[in-house]
């Protein structure tokens, strides 16, 4: 497509319950990013991707998140056991590069409430 | 990873032109500038990149002193559209880092 696409736009959780949301990067693009973003303030690293193989994980919060992106495409966030504190915007980018010199291009997020 | 300052907020009206100002006194050789804009219930968007010295787009300029330390975000007639948060981030080869960024609210 012409855009990230992430999905589902919104998604309302338990607490407790595992959620999974889902990405589709522009095709091509060999980086996939995942953020997230707390109100009121800037998107957090969260993990990396370069194709298939997740490089940086770096920012995931707590052994409760996993990512993955298993044919280089289509990426997966999922949360475990949510908590409250995960209630947030995940958003997705993707990029032809993982440095500053690529512009990356953002989803329009998932935003997940705890509840 | 160079850190970034500028201004929580800022208010302009409607077909001024809009100035934000980025310190990064730390930033490094192999580092680029760039800004990127974020409406409500959207992800960031890319706006403008540089180097050094002064780059223009369709959207914006983007000025750079030879020390490059700062940077300044540059609109041009600006509309009530452009009310968004603005965010400056400094980096080379590494995952981009955004910092709170600048909210700028366009008064009719």
């Known amino acids: 497509g012409a855009g990230v696409s992430q999905s589902p736009r919104y998604k309302v959780a338990k607490r407790g319950q595992d959620v999974a949301l889902r990405c589709d990067p522009i095709?091509?693009?060999?980086?996939l990013f995942w953020y997230q973003q707390a109100l009121g303030q800037g998107p957090e690293f969260l993990t990396y991707?370069?194709?298939?193989?997740?490089?940086?994980k770096s920012g995931l919060p707590s052994d409760r998140f996993f990512a993955e992106r298993p044919e280089g495409s289509v990426s997966t966030l999922k949360i475990q056991r949510t908590q409250q504190e995960d209630s947030a915007v995940y958003l997705c980018?993707?990029?032809?590069?993982?440095?500053?010199?690529?512009?990356?291009?953002f989803g329009s997020g998932t935003r997940l409430t705890v509840v | 990873l160079a850190k970034t300052t500028q201004p929580i907020s800022m208010d302009s009206y409607e077909g001024q032109e809009v100035n934000i100002t980025c310190s990064h006194n730390n930033i490094a050789t192999n580092d680029y500038i760039t800004w990127y804009q974020q409406f409500p219930s959207q992800g960031p968007r890319f706006i403008i990149q540089g180097y050094k010295t002064k780059v223009t787009n369709e959207v914006a300029s983007l000025f750079i002193p030879a020390d490059r330390k700062s940077s300044t975000l540059s609109l041009p007639r600006v509309s009530l559209s452009d009310t968004a948060v603005y965010y400056c981030l400094v980096g080379g080869n590494d995952k981009i880092i955004f910092g709170k960024g600048t909210r700028l609210h366009i008064l009719p």
């Open positions: 991707f370069q194709n298939e193989a997740q490089l940086d």
């Open positions: 980018a993707s990029s032809l590069g993982r440095g500053h010199n690529y512009g990356y291009t």
């Open positions: 095709s091509g693009h060999v980086s």
